[in-house]
Each structure stands twice: as structure tokens, then as C-alpha cells.
């Protein structure tokens, strides 16, 4: 069975992001504020007199979007996905629907605008993150729901809510967001839970409206609905969002046919600024986990919380600016690649680009790297960061030692090859491997 009209067009929509395959995260809002995480007020049930109080403060004197979206490009990213409105409610943009918006506040001025334009001129796609869930608005679930901030509160306990007018309301700053800001390349929704999911969103109707505003514009999964059918739903998105994890292989629909997932993630434990979480994952993990996605035909998204001034932590800075190096000299191995037909190696992963295959090289062996399966099917073998040459041969000491892999060849990077040799980057050492046969199609 082929693939349906609506992969295909999935296919087509996401073809630029199967490429970029390295984003930016930003969350961002008057949560900067208490600097406790952007889910601040529903962890600690504030009211929302009180949580008005940021409003009335929030002044980013320092928001430089330009420096956000040069640390994106040093970093190597792509993409990048700003949260318009998380889920307290406030909008960084200027918006018709309320008041409750950043050019109602010190900052006097719409914040995505000037995010937008930076980003684009810098050359990186632009993305946008909206809430669904809205703990502001009045006709919104509050007594009861998961996770409102007054969920618990009995003076809400009767109070009556106009859902279906909330509704309309999320799909009018949808469309200010679809209308205002010229080519917006990703939408990233979230998130669906309970009864409010699919249809209670009208997320067909908000999907009609998004495509026809932005035809080419990617969305992601968290509307609802089943991606992985051979007849997705057209509010399925165009690709999934695992969250704080990397799926233990690449996704594939019930065709057998590859789905686009990204993967997001922190750089510490929290999405929005937190002052005291200086739990920061090192450049190194940061790498490792781009290769993992890639190997496994996903993205990458990294996370910063920007603090209430506008500034990204220089803890966040200073590990992407050693990402962005690793991918001057080895983004040939990133971008534009996918996994790899060959099984998972034991001292690393492999991506794949056509013919040529990447090994990823982040486990110290002894001696010499078995290739497996791999024995008649390379023509050289090169290190990515310099093209020096990798030694290509057969086992060492086959007429003495037991060995069982008639089909493998093995690799080192200086002789003996029996020796065991430090790797010339211990982050991930990076071989670009020419293939004697295009393993994607046969082709010599």
C-alpha cells in the first residue's frame, strides 16, 4: 500500500525541516519574573491578581532578538520556535482579542515582531509555539481541570464557563499569527489532554485556516489525532513531538512508512528562566543526542529560558557556542542526513547522506573498530574534521584468533592497527565512509 495524499503532502511540507534538523527552543513570558518556570502559577495555585503583578513589572530592558538569533546561528541551528502565548495566557504579540499582551506592558512594543524579522534576517526559519490551554481567559476550564492554577479553589466550583467562545477566541489569534507576520515556516501547538483534544479545539476548521493562510507551513501533533494512520486526520500534524526523550528507534506509520519527529529538550530541568536550576547539560550530551535523533531520522530542539530582562543565560550561551563549533567542522554528518541502513554500531551510530555513510565514533575500543557487514562495500574511508585518511583493514590476527564476521572490515587511525588509539575527538569522532553502492537505491 502506498502512501496517502496527506503523507505525501507531509513529505513535501517537510522536506526543509528533515534537512535543518537543528532548532531553537525559546520559552519566554512574564513567568521570567518569579523565574520559578513558565508553569509557576499552576505549581503554586497562584490567583491572578497576583500573577498580574508580573504584568504590571515585565520590562525586558536588554531583549535583543538579534544577539537570540546570532547565538542560534553560532550554535548551528536552523529554526527556531518562540512561544507567542504559553499557557498563563500572555501574548508577546500585539493581538485584538485582549489586553493581556506585551504592548500593553513596559515593554510597550510586539515582541514576536521583532523576534520574526531578526531570526529571518539572519537567515534561520521562524517558528511559532501557542497554547491551547489558556488559564487567563474567563471561559476557560478552571474548577476541576488538570492543571488551572484554581483547579482547587471552591469559589470557581459553579462558576460558568462559555468554552465554544474560548474556542473562538484561540482561533482569532490564531489567524493574527497566521496574517501578521509574513511567512511563518512552524507552528507548534500545545498540547491536547482529557475531552480537549481534536474536534474541541475545531482543529478541523483551524487546520482549513492555518493552510490557507500559510500553505507550506509545518505543524506539529499536539491537536490531536492519529499521524500514524495510513489516512492521518487533517488536524494530525506533520510531525511528532516527543518531549524530554529520544524514542528508542526512527517512527514509522502503520505503511511502514518513516514519520518526521523532533525530539525537544532542556539545556538544564526547566523550560522557562528558573534562577536556581543550574543543572545544565554539558555541549557533549547536547551533541550526542543531535547524532541520536539524526541516526534515528529526527530533529533536535534545545531549549533556552530567557530571564526577565530578555538576556539567554550565559550558561546556555556558552554550551551552544561549543555545539556550533563541533558542527563547523562536522555538520556535513547532520544536515540533510537520515538514518542509516546499517544496524546501530557498538561504539557509536551511524547517519547517512546517499553513498556516503557517517560513522559517529563516541565508545574507546580496543584495537582496530569492526565495520560490521560493512567488508567489500567502502571505497575510503575519510575523518570528517580533516580528511585525513582512516585505515581500512581486514582483522588483524584472523589466523590465530576465532573470528566470525567474514563480512566485516575494521577501521583505525594510525598503525598498528591492533593498537588501541585515542579518538582524535572524544566528543564524537566524526568518519565520512564512501560506499562502493548508494545503499538507498542500489545505484553504482
Known amino acids: 500500500m502506498g502512501k496517502s495524499e496527506l503523507s505525501m503532502q507531509r513529505d513535501r511540507r517537510s522536506e526543509w525541516f528533515r534537512q535543518d534538523r537543528f532548532g531553537m527552543f525559546i520559552h519566554w513570558g512574564l513567568y521570567a519574573i518569579p523565574a520559578r518556570g513558565e508553569w509557576v502559577r499552576s505549581a503554586e495555585k497562584m490567583p491572578e491578581e497576583d500573577y498580574m503583578e508580573y504584568f504590571k513589572e515585565f520590562d525586558p530592558v536588554r531583549y535583543d532578538p538579534k544577539e537570540w538569533a546570532k547565538t542560534a546561528k553560532r550554535a548551528g541551528m536552523r529554526y527556531a520556535v518562540l512561544t507567542a502565548k504559553h499557557h498563563d495566557g500572555f501574548c508577546l504579540f500585539e493581538t485584538g482579542t485582549t489586553d493581556f499582551n506585551a504592548t500593553r506592558t513596559l515593554a510597550g512594543r510586539d515582541l514576536v515582531k521583532e523576534y520574526v524579522e531578526a531570526f529571518r534576517a539572519e537567515g534561520l526559519k521562524v517558528g511559532l509555539y501557542y497554547s491551547l490551554p489558556d488559564w487567563h481567559h474567563p471561559d476557560y476550564p478552571a474548577y476541576g481541570d488538570r492543571q488551572h492554577p484554581m483547579r482547587d479553589n471552591p469559589a470557581f466550583k459553579d462558576k460558568t464557563h462559555h468554552f465554544d467562545r474560548y474556542v473562538s ?138 530571564n526577565a530582562y530578555g538576556e539567554i543565560p550565559a550558561e546556555s550561551v556558552e554550551r551552544l557556542q561549543e555545539v556550533g563549533k563541533w558542527l563547523e567542522t562536522n555538520g556535513k554528518s547532520i544536515y540533510g542526513c537520515d538514518a542509516s541502513n546499517f544496524a546501530k554500531p557498538e561504539w557509536g551510530r551511524y547517519t547517512q547522506k546517499g553513498k556516503i555513510l557517517f560513522a559517529h565514533v563516541t565508545e574507546q ?14 571505497r575510503k574511508a575519510r575523518l570528517l574534521r580533516d580528511g585525513s585518511e582512516a585505515i581500512l583493514t581486514e582483522f588483524w590476527n584472523a589466523e590465530v584468533d576465532t573470528f566470525d564476521g567474514p563480512n566485516d572490515i575494521f577501521m583505525n587511525f594510525a598503525l598498528p592497527v591492533q593498537s588501541t588509539f585515542l579518538l582524535p575527538d572524544p566528543v564524537d569522532t566524526v568518519v565520512q565512509l564512501e560506499l562502493a553502492i548508494d545503499e538507498t537505491n542500489g545505484v553504482q
Open 365 to 378: 575500543v580496543v584495537g582496530h573498530i569492526s565495520l560490521q557487514g560493512l567488508k567489500g562495500k567502502i
Open 169 to 306: 477566541y484561540m482561533h482569532e489569534q490564531v489567524r493574527e499569527l497566521c496574517t501578521n507576520y509574513g511567512k511563518i515556516d512552524l507552528l507548534w501547538f500545545d498540547f491536547s489532554y482529557w475531552q480537549y483534544k481534536g474536534e474541541a479545539w475545531r482543529a478541523t476548521d483551524m487546520i482549513r485556516m492555518v493552510r490557507e493562510l500559510q500553505p507550506d507551513i509545518l505543524i506539529d501533533n499536539r491537536l490531536g489525532g492519529n499521524m500514524f494512520a495510513h489516512e492521518p486526520d487533517s488536524y494530525a500534524g506533520d510531525f511528532h513531538g516527543p518531549e524530554q526523550g529520544v524514542p528508542r528507534e526512527g517512527l514509522v506509520d502503520e505503511d511502514g512508512c518513516s514519520v518526521p519527529w523532533e525530539a525537544c529538550i532542556t539545556l538544564n530541568n526547566s523550560w522557562g528562566y528558573a534562577s536556581a536550576d543550574n543543572v545544565f547539560k554539558d555541549a557533549k550530551f547536547v551533541i550526542r543526542t543531535l547524532v541520536n535523533c539524526v541516526s534515528k531520522g529526527g530533529n533536535l530542539l534545545v531549549n533556552v529560558g530567557p
